[in-house]
């Protein structure tokens, strides 16, 4: 998983509360399995007109179209849990959302793909959405869990430990386990070996069990 410390870039804005994740990624999609691609899907209703080509929705439009952070409105990703939402939104290039509520599993989905969900209230979150339309970057540093604005207003966020040590870190769930607990599974490992030998082959009686297999 790639690791998530700080990035720089323009933000796309999206005023809209309750996006779904079928608006985010649509269900006709989801019989594509390989995360690679799905980013072209991202928002399809919105970015294709019915009669072809492209809309003006502000993930076709220059700067935005390259934009690695999104801003939205309340409650982002509710819905059905399909994780292609996510897949999708990391694919097209987008690393964090900022809003100020999220769906529950979506929020739990992005920080399983290296993505930051941020929530942000209020005044606050305004002020992040109009530094957004401005077109001018922003920064969010995870490190310091701060969203830095174009006029160099530096906006404080909250996050859980455990997942802000793993995005830094690029780990996912099992990641995180063999990174946090390798030498015990290990131990676990061995005394299960030596205290029921019966359930193992060594290489050698393995070798033997099929050599015998093959010549009958």
Same mark, same amino acid.
């Given at each position: 998983?790639?690791?998530?410390?700080?990035?720089?870039?323009? %933000?796309?804005?999206?005023?809209?509360?309750?996006?779904?994740?079928?608006?985010?990624?649509?269900?006709?999609?989801?019989?594509?399995? $390989?995360?690679?691609?799905?980013?072209? =899907?991202?928002? =399809?209703?919105?970015?294709?007109?019915?009669?072809?080509?492209?809309?003006?929705?502000?993930? @076709?439009?220059?700067?935005?179209?390259?934009?690695?952070?999104?801003?939205?409105?309340? @409650?982002?990703?509710?819905?059905?849990s399909r994780e292609q939402a996510v897949w999708a939104l990391t694919d097209f290039g987008i690393r964090c959302v900022i809003a100020p509520s999220f769906g529950e599993i979506f929020?739990?989905?992005?920080?399983?793909?290296? %993505? +930051?969900?941020?929530?942000?209230?209020? $005044?606050? =979150?305004?002020?992040?959405?109009?530094? %957004?339309?401005?077109?001018?970057?922003?920064?969010?540093? +995870?490190?310091?869990?701060?969203?830095?604005?174009? $006029?160099?207003?530096?906006?404080?966020?909250?996050?859980?430990?455990?997942?802000?040590?793993? +995005?830094?870190?690029?780990?996912?769930?099992?990641?995180?386990?063999?990174?946090?607990?390798?030498?015990?599974? %290990?131990a676990f490992e061995a005394g299960h070996r030596k205290d029921q030998p019966w359930l193992f082959l060594d290489d050698g009686r393995l070798e033997r069990l099929f050599s015998g297999?093959?010549?009958?």
């Amino acid at each position: 998983m790639q690791k998530f410390t700080k990035i720089t870039s323009v %933000a796309a804005a999206l005023r809209e509360a309750d996006v779904d994740t079928d608006v985010i990624f649509p269900a006709r999609f989801l019989l594509l399995l $390989d995360k690679a691609g799905l980013g072209k =899907h991202l928002f =399809h209703e919105r970015r294709n007109a019915r009669g072809g080509g492209k809309t003006d929705f502000v993930l @076709n439009t220059a700067p935005f179209d390259k934009a690695e952070i999104l801003v939205a409105g309340s @409650n982002f990703g509710s819905g059905s849990s399909r994780e292609q939402a996510v897949w999708a939104l990391t694919d097209f290039g987008i690393r964090c959302v900022i809003a100020p509520s999220f769906g529950e599993i979506f929020y739990s989905n992005c920080f399983k793909n290296g %993505a +930051l969900p941020l929530v942000i209230e209020g $005044d606050a =979150h305004e002020r992040v959405m109009l530094a %957004a339309e401005s077109g001018k970057p922003l920064t969010v540093d +995870l490190e310091a869990q701060t969203v830095v604005l174009p $006029d160099g207003e530096g906006i404080g966020f909250e996050i859980d430990p455990y997942r802000r040590r793993t +995005l830094m870190l690029g780990l996912d769930e099992i990641g995180s386990i063999l990174a946090d607990d390798a030498s015990e599974i %290990a131990a676990f490992e061995a005394g299960h070996r030596k205290d029921q030998p019966w359930l193992f082959l060594d290489d050698g009686r393995l070798e033997r069990l099929f050599s015998g297999t093959r010549s009958s």
